[in-house]
């Protein structure tokens, strides 16, 4: 082979490596491309989903305020903007478009009792967030940046939460039965309590959804989720609460009390974390402020709103065609403080049997705390004017009983029945003298638990957070605080 041949192959072979490392380095780019974009798409995936969360958190953050004010701010402080709590480094400069978060008033959620009441004025709250976040290698693409929103919608109530164990206080003082309430077809107060409290229980959850049929033992479902326990002051002895002075039967209310004297005002002791429910084996002539122990038989299932008219819980509330219910004996007067710490030690007790379940007192009365019925040869009886149990300062002595029972972990809901702004308390001096409407405010767990209802131009005790005046509806939207905050759909009107 010539000289000049083998030259000119050795050229062409060089030639040819000079062109595949030319389509090798294309290739690279090309794959490095590639690879800067499922890079910078996994940026904006991961991205996406921390904004999406935390738009989410900031809608049940707010959610959760309502009816209260504060709604918006809260919602705020758990979002994802610079500083607040769900704020991530790697997703800088999340803003709110303006306008949110917004609190809204929806139909479908007022429909299901979800009231808009002031002054948060709004059953649900809606937040959008967006973010422009830049990308490392869309550049090369002509897209240096990708912007994305977020948006969350959360109703105030509507999740089923923690099982409740819940004392219901009603004020059975002779008041109760000869005032009437127009705004309630014109029956007496006791009445439409009672039917305040069946709206209640036709709310509630006696066993868990997954049941078709909430099987009892006891008066007591299976797998119990809310239970519920009566109580009434005056006390009265435990063989008028059965119904009968010779053979007692708990909790069976049906035909009011039984004949009987009612005993003096007795004082359950504070700390008293082992007393015990009202059972068959109790003394008749033992007084007591519990008509029933906590039951669940209210129902037969959980998704329907009809009572169990076997229960005597529900007759005791008048739920039985032919049951009066509580009644009014009267005779001893008003006073607070004593049923309320009993209704606290026998939640305490319940506490421990429901395992992870919120205690919950509801007080219901139109009274102003000034019985003269004290036993004073009582040991118990304490003569140190004001100091539970004592006869003077009884509204400052309930406030104290009940923020006892708040700083236990119970939440304690008031509603002042026709409660007075002067005149009333007429055994306190000081901050609640005359003025039982402020000492029922004040008994309540915070403002949104404090409710009034029957007030009109001559009694000015409304509850500025909870302005309803409608015993059916108080009771309603108390059943409905027993859940939480919930996501639905943005579309939702």
């Not at 006892?404 to 026709?418: E, F, L, N, P, S």
Request: with cysteine.
């Amino acid at each position: 082979m010539s000289e000049k041949l083998t030259s000119r192959l050795f050229a062409r072979a060089k030639d040819e490596d000079a062109q595949a490392l030319i389509f090798v380095s294309f290739a690279m780019i090309i794959m490095l491309g590639f690879a800067g974009l499922v890079i910078d798409f996994g940026r904006v995936y991961i991205a996406y989903h921390q904004l999406q969360s935390s738009t989410d958190a900031a809608a049940m953050a707010g959610a959760e305020q309502l009816p209260n004010a504060t709604a918006s701010s809260m919602a705020t402080t758990f979002s994802a903007t610079s500083t607040n709590n769900n704020a991530y480094s790697n997703l800088p400069g999340v803003t709110f478009p303006t306008g949110y978060p917004k609190v809204l008033c929806l139909t479908t959620l007022t429909n299901l009792g979800e009231a808009c009441v002031s002054p948060g004025n709004g059953n649900a709250v809606q937040v959008v967030q967006q973010v422009t976040l830049q990308l490392y290698f869309g550049a090369l693409f002509g897209t240096p940046s990708f912007t994305m929103s977020s948006k969350a919608t959360a109703a105030m109530r509507g999740a089923i939460s923690t099982p409740y164990n819940v004392a219901i206080i009603i004020d059975s003082t002779a008041s109760m039965g000869s005032n009437t309430d127009s705004s309630c077809g014109g029956i007496t107060r006791i009445a439409c309590a009672m039917g305040g409290v069946r709206t209640l229980l036709q709310n509630m959850a006696p066993c868990a959804a997954s049941y078709s049929t909430c099987s009892v033992t006891n008066n007591i479902s299976a797998s119990p989720v809310d239970q519920v326990a009566l109580f009434t002051f005056p006390n009265v002895y435990a063989s008028q609460a059965g119904g009968s002075t010779t053979t007692p039967k708990i909790g069976q209310l049906c035909n009011g009390y039984g004949s009987g004297t009612l005993p003096v005002y007795t004082f359950p002791s504070p700390s008293n974390t082992s007393y015990t429910s009202l059972l068959s084996s109790t003394p008749t002539t033992t007084p007591t402020y519990q008509i029933t122990p906590f039951w669940s038989d209210y129902k037969t299932q959980d998704q329907t709103s009809t009572l169990n008219t076997a229960s005597y819980l529900v007759q005791d509330v008048a739920g039985k065609s032919g049951c009066s219910g509580l009644g009014t004996p009267g005779g001893d007067g008003t006073y607070y403080a004593g049923v309320i710490y009993a209704a606290q030690s026998a939640l305490v007790a319940q506490q421990k049997l429901n395992t992870g379940s919120q205690n919950v007192i509801i007080f219901l009365s139109d009274g102003d705390a000034n019985s003269s019925k004290f036993d004073t040869t009582n040991a118990n009886y304490n003569k140190t004017p004001g100091t539970y149990p004592s006869s003077t300062q009884q509204c400052a002595q309930a406030v104290t009983a009940a923020q006892y029972a708040t700083a236990a972990g119970t939440r304690v809901y008031t509603v002042a029945y026709g409660s007075a702004t002067s005149g009333a308390c007429g055994s306190d001096t000081g901050t609640y003298a005359g003025n039982s409407c402020l000492t029922l405010q004040k008994m309540a767990s915070s403002t949104r638990y404090f409710y009034s209802a029957d007030y009109n131009s001559s009694n000015s005790c409304q509850s500025v957070a909870q302005p309803t005046s409608s015993l059916a509806q108080i009771f309603t939207d108390i059943a409905n605080d027993f859940t939480n905050a919930r996501l639905i759909p943005d579309n939702v009107t």
